[in-house]
């Protein structure tokens, strides 16, 4: 299978491009010509050296050329769109340029590769978990309502998937629309392509204001190791293929669901892996739902908050609320087990404890025999 992707550098992408060969797929990653201060992307990937076509998602058709799109006609199956801007207090004309626009010129790309080839495609496109906004309890694998709670990153991925969902044809390629829960780092490495998502706010653990911290009784943090998720989200793209064609976008979550742990329990996990890690203990204060909402959503208005922390703030909100994204129509797609990380590797991740270090055997043979 061949994919046309984009965001290969993100976190999420990277974790796709390390599983591309144990998954048998080939890439064609479209970057941005102008990345001021980043690496170029065949440094970072010298295996995707020769598939590099130049592009950016705000552009109509991603910018991509004449002669790009005709070769890859040929041979794309899928179309990924991993791009996306995830900084949570940005303006909301980027926010809406490369998230909103940016999902609705992928369908474009998709549709003009469908139509050069003769052959049926499939557009996903990753959303994410965030389009809840304010909603609690079980969150399900549909289009969503409006929501007075949402923030402008919310708003814009939401509207990306309204926008998808008016503008698929009958004879469209298949959409796939992908909610992603909140993203680690690889769980094997603990490589982060960057500290975003929830590394916001374990970043700065010790400065939290007050030591305090203000959640539902039973608030859970839907985390993954980007590995997970990645592994997930082919899964998912497999299963779409296998399904054939869908009349209507299909939406799924890509997240820990059901398993993800209570915010108590995580953060348990992390003092009890690492009790001197953490200086001064953060308490957990029972919050209502909408002091959560509120407080998460508005209190640059009255603070005079830098960005990283209208970040944090922010954030908030993602391990506050008690909610578990479903996960049954991502069970429809995929053959295997849904993805699922251990509580302590979680913990590790988030808070970048040590790993265990292996027991080492007594000098004494005899003794030897006690070892673990
Ligand atoms: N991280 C999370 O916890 C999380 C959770 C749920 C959903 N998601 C969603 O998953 C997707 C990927 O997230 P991520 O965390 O991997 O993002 P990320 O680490 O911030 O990386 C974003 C990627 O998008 C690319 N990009 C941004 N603007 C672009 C443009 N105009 N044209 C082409 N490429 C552009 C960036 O390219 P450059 O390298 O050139 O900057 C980068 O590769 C996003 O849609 C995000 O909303 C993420």
């Known amino acids: 299978m061949k994919l046309l992707l984009t965001g290969v550098a993100g976190q999420l992408g990277s974790a796709v491009v390390d599983l591309a060969p144990e998954r048998g797929l080939d890439l064609a990653p479209v970057v941005r010509a102008h990345r001021p201060g980043r690496l170029p992307v065949d ?25 790009a799109l005709d070769e890859l006609a040929a041979t794309v199956d899928v179309v990924l769109n991993l791009a996306g801007d995830t900084d949570w207090a940005a303006s909301a004309r980027d926010l809406y340029a490369t998230n909103v626009l940016g999902a609705r010129h992928g369908l474009d790309v998709a549709r003009e590769l469908q139509r050069r080839s003769g052959r049926r495609l499939l557009y996903c496109h990753v959303s994410s978990f965030v389009v809840a906004g304010g909603a609690l309890g079980s969150i399900a694998e549909v289009p969503l309502p409006p929501d007075r709670h949402r923030t402008q990153y919310e708003e814009s991925k939401w509207v990306a998937e309204r926008e998808l969902a008016a503008a698929h044809r009958p004879g469209d ?11 680690l780092g690889d769980s094997r490495t603990g490589r982060t392509a960057k500290r975003n998502s929830l590394y916001v ?18 608030a859970r943090v839907d985390i993954l190791p980007r590995d997970v998720a990645a592994r997930g989200l082919l899964d ?9 064609p869908r009349a209507e976008p299909v939406i799924v979550h890509v997240t820990a669901g059901e398993r993800a ?33 509120w407080l998460s959503g508005n209190a640059q208005r009255f603070l005079p908050l830098s960005k990283g922390w209208r970040n944090r703030v922010i954030g908030l909100r993602y391990i506050g609320l008690d909610r578990i994204w479903e996960r049954g129509r991502l069970a429809d797609l995929v053959a295997g087990p849904l993805p699922a990380a251990d509580p302590e590797v ?26 673990p």
């Open 43 to 67: 440094r970072v990937f010298p295996q995707l050296a020769g598939g590099i076509v130049t592009g950016d998602v705000r552009q109509p058709s991603w910018g991509l050329a004449e002669a």
């Open 173 to 183: 390629p298949d959409v796939l629309i992908a909610r992603v829960g909140a993203l």
């Open 201 to 218: 706010l374990s970043d700065r653990w010790r400065d939290l204001p007050g030591r305090v911290l203000p959640a539902m009784p039973g």
């Open 236 to 244: 998912a793209l497999d299963g779409m293929v296998r399904a054939g």
């Open 261 to 293: 742990p209570t915010l108590r329990n995580l953060l348990e996990t992390a003092r009890s892996i690492a009790p001197g890690a953490f200086g001064e203990w953060v308490r957990l204060v029972p919050a209502s739902a909408e002091r959560i909402l």
């Open 346 to 371: 979680l913990a590790r991740l988030t808070f970048d404890l040590p790993a265990p270090r292996p027991p080492v055997a007594p000098g004494d043979p005899n003794l030897a025999r006690f070892r």
